[in-house]
């Protein structure tokens, strides 16, 4: 059965630092989306991307992200410069329209 | 401002019986509403979901209802086991971006 999968499951990284998140969505999917929650809290829609540009942005998804859709199967989460307030599981998503099926998550953890 | 609300965080029920999830929403806009299932450290997993054109869709054991002029609508799981025993989260689209709109989340505990 096709799925969401997205690396690494893990992230520990440096405050300050630079983080890439990456998703391979399903293939026939046209949207794309990224979510995060953080630890003990609802889960937090960051951004969605169909025909190769951001088509929704959430207040979160501030200048320090960006989402790149490289090759045609990836889909990566950059955040130029981690804060602490970053550490949360973040979720990438893929749909045809509404039903969107997700990744496992990565769970960032910034130090 | 919560356009979507779930305001029960927990609910405990007895193996076998019916486990009944809630849902309120204020944006008669929304077309489409979902529930997912969330175990901890995984992504949700999609399990039902409703247009805003019908008032019931089932699926197995997973009944979804909805009452638009109410603007809520309801899980009921039945009967409950326990592999079910995990947050539930109700989730609507918006038309005009097909963003999904997410509640907080009701954990469900089904005991033995």
């Known amino acids: 059965e096709p799925e969401v999968t997205q690396t690494p499951s893990h992230q520990v990284t440096q405050m300050g630092q630079e983080v890439i998140l990456r998703c391979v969505p399903i293939?026939?999917?046209?949207?794309f989306y990224w979510y995060r929650q953080i630890l003990g809290q609802k889960v937090e829609f960051l951004v969605s991307?169909?025909?190769?540009?951001?088509?929704?942005k959430s207040e979160i998804f501030d200048d320090q992200f960006s989402v790149e859709r490289p090759d045609g199967s990836n889909f990566t989460l950059k955040i130029r410069s981690t804060k602490l307030e970053d550490s949360a599981m973040y979720f990438c998503?893929?749909?045809?329209?509404?039903?969107?099926?997700f990744g496992q998550g990565t769970r960032l953890t910034v130090v | 401002d919560q356009q979507v609300k779930q305001n029960s965080p927990s609910l405990s029920v007895q193996e076998g019986r019916i486990s009944i999830l809630n849902c309120d929403y204020t944006n008669s806009m929304f077309d489409y509403f979902l529930w997912y299932k969330k175990y901890p450290a995984e992504g949700p997993t999609f399990l039902i979901s409703i247009s805003s054109i019908k008032d019931k869709n089932e699926d197995g054991r997973f009944t979804v209802f909805l009452n638009k002029s109410a603007k809520h609508l309801s899980l009921h799981i039945v009967p409950s086991q326990p592999g079910d025993s995990a947050v539930y989260f109700c989730a609507a689209s918006d038309p005009s971006n097909y963003q999904l709109i997410w509640g907080a989340g009701t954990k469900l505990i089904i005991k033995p």
């Open positions: 293939s026939n999917h046209l949207y």
């Open positions: 998503a893929s749909s045809v329209r509404t039903e969107a099926f």
């Open positions: 991307f169909y025909n190769n540009e951001i088509s929704e």
